[in-house]
């Protein structure tokens, strides 16, 4: 046999043998129940409450940001996020958090946005009326 | 429905758009035609003939394109918002200067730069090719068709178009009742360039990468003209400059966008494995695969079909990329994905043909293919450099299989809707944990394979050149690694390998230069990418692994979180020095200018005894969107040392900073109170707030009004001729210390201002109001005016007041009267002193206006004079003149507002990163594609 056929069989017997071990950096999107059983770190797909308190206060914390959401069975949590509150925050529906479960809080360590497409309407074509 | 006639529209971009949109496509089809039969017919006597017409029309072809880039810079560069190509991508505001980043900001642009790129290398392909150019030319034609059928715009139905074309007016793409208006393009105004993009990097990176895609085309022509003609050989020497001319340029690109990133935008790093990163990168991953099996081929007649394959995956992984990018599949997977266009089917349908095109050239010439009987030798070059392609192929798959999850979730998805989609939860660890593996065999493969020789016959004679040189660079690498240890954490063995992996192919290269090249620099292209890929692996292990946060406050407490979660932002208020990791770090001030609103923040690094050791300032800038009135993004500014550098970026603003709008809600929820001081009599404040323990508390302020000002300054108050202005200075004791206030009202015409003064300590905002404009005003009405007449050189005493009639003004200043069309207006000037000592001057203005005459007041605050010029006499040349002195008294009561609970918001949340050995990463980069630039010339020269 040509050793490049011995070389081409080890690699692709490390590639599965990686694609096995990489199926551990992947999962599907969670809720907070499944986060509150596994107690592993997880992404919980939701929507931002919005009637909810969203608080941040950067001269007591900076890195102290907590809000509401409500993952797709419908279960609401507190998201406590420990950084910055994220620009546009109050704008987005869809929200994905990474972090686990601590109590009844769910511990973030990211956030993702989607914001929802900007609405145009007519107003935005024309010239505002003051300036330029 | 009657047709409404426009006005002020140009409509000639859209005409002759539309039709250069049509004549390209179409001209690039018979290229595509004619060079295919100038190939079929090589030799024969019609070959030229096909040949002349290929060129005439690709030549064509590049003149439409041009002629529709045209257009569109003509819209931007006048403004013509009736386009909505325009509408969206510039405005009033917009300086001439990021015209190109408009252009190419939106997908239509950037495909029609992608275009430009082709159209450019095609005429030199065109020139230079010879024998090479029909085939060449041809694919190159087919790709232009490609891509120009994105712009088509054709509606096959209402649902179904080809291509969404980039010259359309506004009234076409929608329908608002604005369009009733004939004169509507009148009232239009653009959106203007996103914010983010407004810098120079927009200017640069796009045109160098597109360039580095559009050159990738290059390398696949070729290798779809050698399975094509079946001569497997022929192509690979002029195909070789132009694989390099790609590697370096794509190369030079991806990292174009690294720099931007780390420079500009606040992701902190230059990396970061976004889903469009990623497939930019792999392209440029296997045309080096590819390269180096090139070279396996022309020296020693092995590799002709993995070159084959590696050329035409770069491309097809070009146009791969295109599909994520630009068809909305990553969604929210990506930071800098295009909006979507509609085109998904059209841009698999490209990617398909040319994979089909390839994949079936290569199946049908595979078995013609020269492969030699006997395999590489075991100790040869060519063995090891195809090992080495086979682990950057590897390491294209590894990327492109992880970045390719959100499309295998949506075909999934397809099937079954109720399929939930996977996600890779640590994106960068998920990635780094494989690629370090490949920068290790890279590491040793790029420096042990440098000491063999190709077409090895003589192992026997070389095996000792071999072990002293590898020995050599084992051990000094060693050294090194170690050295470096004492520098940065290597962490993990994996790391201290990768280390010593880098330091191998560098030292190993450099000893190829020196020992084998005699140091002969014009040969040593590949030893300086091998290097530079060397230190490019040092460099990120320095400043990834090894980057840290200094922007952390040990002293607040942490809470129940875990250690990952580490604190990463400070707050700083405005001159209060703050500490961190040897730092004394200050925010000074900030000044807005346009949309970028830039803070100064000094930093003071300390020495053990809190001696000041080094100082120094960084500008971080908030981006406000293009009406200002809120922030769209952060850039960061960096302290750069040849070893580190210091990335601070502002994490956040307070909302009252970041959003005018929620300013102003917020100023509206305060609660003024009036309170009515006499001057010098104090008036206590009570404040209820809620102490620690939660029970309400009083605190009590004295407050006192020092003084009334008729000449009141601020920092933010032009003073205009004719303004009436007032401020007055309090004194606020809190305990014993006491904070001084001086709030100020002005009115100028109708309407009035007013400058209030926070005060941070008290949580108070003060200012004054109306009420006491209103009170100067009545105290006015009681004004007693006498009335004087003046000659020139006149003086008169009033109330201890010396006032003289210094002469006449015939074009005084216009603030006091608001000049109109056939004005005229004279004014007698006044000199007011006081024993001696001048206090300013006052001139009352008569005007005469159509046909009745006017006489505005003046005044003179510094002598609280009030004049009226009420009579002119030109026979006897006197005036007349009525003139008051104000009361002092009039302000028996003084009315000043003041708010409780209004926080400070002179503070920014600061992230300060330490990146060490971040040039390392640079210059290593850098040090790659010079590399291919090097080789590329020596390729190119010796072709002529």
């Not at chain 1, 992404?43 to 959401?69: A, H, I, R």
């Not at chain 2, 120009?148 to 054709?154: P, Q, W, Y």
């Not at chain 2, 809470?559 to 209060?576: A, H, Q, Y």
Request: hydrophobic share 45%.
């Amino acid at each position: 046999m040509k050793k490049i056929y011995i070389v081409a069989v080890v690699m692709i017997a490390v590639a599965i043998a990686l694609l096995t071990n990489a199926s551990k950096d992947m999962s599907t999107y969670a809720n907070f129940e499944v986060a509150r059983e596994s107690g592993r770190a997880v992404k919980v797909n939701g929507l931002l409450s919005k009637d909810k308190e969203m608080y941040y206060n950067p001269s007591e914390n900076p890195n102290y940001f907590t809000f509401y959401v409500k993952d797709t069975k419908g279960e609401e949590r507190k998201v406590v996020l420990k950084a910055a509150k994220p620009q546009d925050f109050e704008k987005s529906e869809q929200i994905v958090v990474t972090g686990k479960m601590a109590g009844d809080e769910f511990i973030a360590s990211d956030v993702l946005l989607k914001c929802p497409s900007k609405y145009k309407d007519e107003e935005v074509y024309i010239k505002s009326g003051k300036g330029t | 429905m009657e047709e409404i006639q426009y006005i002020g529209e140009v409509l000639w971009p859209r005409e002759l758009g539309h039709f250069a949109i049509l004549f390209g496509f179409v001209s690039s089809l018979l290229a595509t035609a004619a060079y295919f039969f100038a190939t079929q017919r090589r030799g024969l006597p019609e070959f030229s003939s096909w040949r002349n017409i290929g060129r005439g029309a690709f030549i064509l072809h590049g003149l439409s394109v041009l002629a529709v880039i045209g257009s569109i810079l003509f819209i931007l560069i006048e403004k013509r918002y009736e386009y909505a190509y325009a509408q969206k991508v510039v405005s009033d505001a917009l300086p001439f200067k990021y015209i190109f980043s408009a252009f190419w900001q939106e997908q239509e642009g950037s495909f029609l730069l992608w275009m430009f790129w082709h159209i450019v290398l095609g005429s030199i392909l065109m020139k230079t090719a010879r024998n090479w150019e029909p085939p060449v030319l041809a694919v190159l034609s087919l790709i232009q068709a490609f891509i120009l059928s994105m712009l088509l715009g054709i509606y096959i139905s209402a649902e179904t178009k080809i291509g969404s074309n980039p010259l359309l007016l506004l009234r076409d793409v929608m329908d608002i009742p604005l369009f009733n208006n004939a004169d509507y393009v009148s009232l239009l105004s653009g959106n203007g360039l996103n914010p983010l993009l407004q810098n120079y990097w927009m200017t640069i990176h796009p045109p160098t990468l597109f360039l580095g895609f559009a050159s990738t085309s290059v390398p696949f022509a070729f290798a779809i003209a050698g399975l094509w003609t079946g001569q497997h050989k022929e192509w690979l020497k002029p195909a070789l400059p132009w694989a390099l001319f790609s590697g370096a340029i794509l190369g030079t690109g991806i990292l174009m966008g690294g720099a931007w990133a780390y420079e500009a935008l606040s992701f902190g790093g230059y990396w970061a494995w976004d889903p469009v990163e990623n497939m930019s990168l792999v392209p440029w991953i296997t045309l080096v695969a590819g390269i180096h099996t090139h070279l396996v081929a022309r020296s020693t007649g092995y590799s002709y079909k993995s070159t084959y394959l590696f050329y035409l995956l770069s491309f097809i992984l070009v146009l791969y990329s295109t599909f994520l990018t630009r068809s909305g599949v990553l969604g929210e997977s990506s930071v800098h994905a295009f909006t979507e266009m509609g085109l998904e089917a059209q841009l698999i349908l490209f990617m398909g043909a040319f994979f089909l095109l390839g994949g079936s050239l290569f199946l049908w010439r595979n078995k013609g293919i020269p492969a030699p009987q006997q395999e590489e030798d075991f100790a040869s070059k060519e063995f090891w450099m195809f090992i080495g392609s086979l682990v950057l192929l590897f390491s294209a798959v590894i990327i492109t299989a992880s970045t390719s999850l959100p499309v295998v979730n949506k075909i999934v998805q397809a099937f079954n809707p109720d399929f939930q989609g996977y996600v890779i939860h640590d994106a960068v660890a998920h990635y780094n944990k494989y690629q370090l593996w490949i920068g290790v065999f890279i590491g040793l493969l790029t420096g042990a394979a440098q000491f063999l020789r190709y077409k090895e016959f003589n192992w026997q004679g070389n095996v000792r050149s071999f072990v002293k040189h590898t020995a050599i660079s084992t051990s000094l690498a060693v050294l090194l690694t170690i050295a470096t240890s004492f520098w940065i954490q290597l962490g993990g063995w994996q790391f201290w390998l990768l280390t010593f992996c880098g330091f191998f192919t560098v030292v190993a290269n450099a000893d190829y230069v020196v020992s084998f090249l005699k140091n002969n620099l014009k040969v040593a292209g590949s030893a300086f990418s091998h290097i530079g890929f060397g230190l490019m692996i040092i460099g990120i292990i320095a400043s990834g692994l090894n980057k840290q946060h200094i922007s952390s406050n040990p002293m607040v407490q942490r809470s129940l979180l875990d250690e990952s979660m580490l604190e990463k932002n400070v707050l700083l208020f405005k001159n209060t020095p703050m500490y961190m990791s040897g730092y004394r770090v200050t925010y000074e001030n900030d000044t807005i200018e346009g949309n970028l609103r830039t803070f100064v923040v000094n930093y003071q690094k300390l020495d053990d005894q809190g001696n000041v050791q080094e100082e120094f300032s960084v500008k971080p800038a908030a981006v406000y969107d293009n009406k200002v009135t809120k922030v769209v993004a952060y850039n960061p500014s960096t302290k750069r040392y040849l070893g580190k550098d210091i990335f601070t970026h502002i994490a956040t603003l307070p909302e009252k900073e970041a959003d005018f709008e929620k300013a102003r809600e917020r100023e509206e929820e305060l609660v003024y109170q009036t309170y009515y001081f006499k001057l010098n009599e104090p008036l206590v404040i009570r404040d209820t707030v809620e102490t620690a323990a939660g029970q309400p508390a009083i605190l009590e302020t004295e407050a006192v009004v020092k003084s009334i000002n008729r000449n009141p300054s601020n920092l933010d108050y032009q003073p205009e001729e004719g303004d009436l202005a007032i401020g007055a200075t309090l004194e606020f004791r809190k305990k014993d210390t006491v904070f001084q206030a001086e709030p100020m009202v002005y009115l100028r015409g109708q309407l009035w201002g007013s400058f209030p003064v926070q005060l941070n300590d008290l949580s108070f905002k003060v200012r004054l109001n109306d009420e006491i404009l209103v009170k100067m005003m009545e105290a006015e009405t009681k004004l007693e005016y006498k009335k004087f007449t003046f000659k020139q050189g006149d003086e008169i005493n009033l109330n201890g007041l010396t006032i003289r009639f210094a002469g006449v003004n015939k074009n005084p200043p216009a603030a006091s009267f608001k000049k109109q069309e056939g004005d005229v207006a004279v004014a007698a000037q006044f000199d007011v002193s006081k024993e001696g000592e001048k206090l300013g001057t006052a001139e009352p203005v008569f005007l005469i206006r159509q046909g009745g005459f006017l006489t505005p007041k003046a005044e003179l605050p510094a002598a609280n004079l009030h004049f009226y010029l009420t009579k002119i006499n030109p026979d006897t040349e006197t005036f007349e003149v009525q003139i008051a002195q104000g009361k002092t008294d009039v302000f028996d009561t003084i009315p000043v507002q003041i708010a409780k609970q209004s926080y400070r918001t002179d503070y920014i949340v600061l992230e300060a990163i330490v990146f060490p050995g971040i040039n390392l990463f640079w210059a290593g980069s850098l040090l790659m594609m010079i590399g291919l630039a090097v080789s590329m010339f020596r390729r190119m020269k010796a072709k002529a």
